[in-house]
């Protein structure tokens, strides 16, 4: 049986593996998996896992069975764990306990050397779970091809039609927000509980860049302003979150409360610099470049915030995977404007960055990247 062996190693490098997947399965046709459990616990609004031949082995070996006392264990069931990097919080590994005991493995593409080549996009799964759709109305074609999006897994085989939306956030959506409306946001073991209130204009002076008027062609108006969300494609977010697309919703830091403390995650300085400084328990931090911070669960090791301690405008990016679903959508999308994609050029295959754009300006009727700014 002849093999392909690929490098998986993290931001910090605290990590670095060799996986290998079985020559006659590529491209592995994995499924984009949109369940509460692997969005709780990633922080990201989607997982794609790909089986691999076994378990991790050290680089450059002879395919001994690698030390893995640097990754930390998260059961997200009580046959299923993720395991991610225990420094840079970057997520490596899912396993699978099938009912004969036998341990399965597979590997968070985010983290390999290369990918072209090596997997497309079977379907979407359990995107009933995500209440609107979530990111499977994002990517409708994957390569160029329109995949189905199942109510749950495609042994069980009913589909959802494509721009599909529960009864609950339908009514939801045509509804305005008032001034002090929340939401919230939690991790998959719930030691991260945030409310997130809407963007106002007196938020900040200088919001310019980050929160939008409401898109005319698809949102209703009363909505009013709304912040922006994007699926980045750079390679610090790819190597600290382990997927191969990081989403992000960009909020104004005042208006992220920890429910635990009822403060801000994120304390102003008085001092003036850095501007901001972290004000949450139960994250774990990494420094990704000067002053630039990742916040993980410390815990389940679902990835909470990205913040620059220097941007004195006081936004804060939150990973939407926490977001909670059954209240406004995945996407929560009265309080979110999905405008575009980060950092196309760092992609690892170009062909996923064309086909969520393409997607985006199909479902929104606006392309990527043009909507308008305050
Ligand atoms: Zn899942
Ligand atoms: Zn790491
Ligand atoms: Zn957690
Ligand atoms: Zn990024």
């Not at 909505?223 to 990081?246: K, P």
Request: overall charge negative; aromatic content about 12%.
């Amino acid at each position: 049986m002849s093999t392909i062996t690929i490098k998986a190693e993290c931001h910090c490098k605290s990590n670095a593996f060799d996986v290998c997947f079985l020559a006659s399965s590529l491209p592995i046709s994995a499924p984009m998996c949109h369940c509460n459990a692997c969005r709780h616990s990633t922080g990201q609004i989607f997982t794609q896992c790909l089986p691999i031949q076994s378990a991790p082995l050290t680089p450059n070996d002879t395919g001994n069975f690698a030390d893995l006392q640097y990754l930390q264990q998260y059961q997200t069931t009580s046959a299923s764990s993720n395991w991610f990097c225990k420094k840079c919080n970057a997520f490596f590994f899912a396993t699978f306990q099938d009912s004969s005991g036998l341990l399965k493995w597979s590997v968070f593409p985010g983290i390999l050397e290369k990918i072209e080549g090596l997997f497309t996009t079977a379907h979407h799964e359990f995107v009933e779970e995500t209440c609107d759709g979530g990111k499977a109305d994002h990517y409708r074609r994957p390569h160029g091809v329109e995949v189905l999006h199942y109510q749950t897994t495609s042994t069980d085989g009913s589909v959802l039609p494509m721009n599909w939306t529960n009864e609950h956030v339908s009514d939801v959506f045509i509804q305005p927000l008032a001034d002090d409306a929340t939401f919230n946001a939690y991790c998959h073991c719930g030691s991260i509980q945030l409310t997130i209130g809407r963007p106002l204009k007196h938020v900040q002076p200088n919001d310019g860049p980050f929160a939008v008027k409401p898109n005319p062609v698809s949102i209703q108006p009363q909505h009013g302003l709304r912040y922006q969300a994007a699926h980045c494609f750079c390679t610090s977010c790819r190597v600290t979150s382990g997927s191969t697309i990081t989403s992000w919703g960009f909020a104004a830091a005042n208006h992220v409360i920890d429910r635990k403390t009822s403060k801000p995650a994120l304390a102003f300085n008085p001092e003036g610099s850095p501007f901001f400084v972290k004000n949450i328990e139960g994250t774990n931090q990494y420094e990704s470049s000067p002053n630039k911070f990742r916040e993980s669960c410390a815990k389940c090791g679902a990835h909470v915030f990205f913040w620059d301690a220097t941007r004195p405008v006081g936004f804060i990016d939150v990973a939407p995977g926490l977001f909670d679903q059954d209240a406004e959508g995945s996407r929560v999308e009265r309080y979110f404007a999905w405008t575009r994609t980060l950092f196309d050029d760092d992609a690892l295959d170009r062909k996923v960055v064309k086909d969520l754009r393409d997607g985006m300006q199909e479902y929104y009727g606006v392309p990527s990247g043009i909507w308008p700014e305050i």
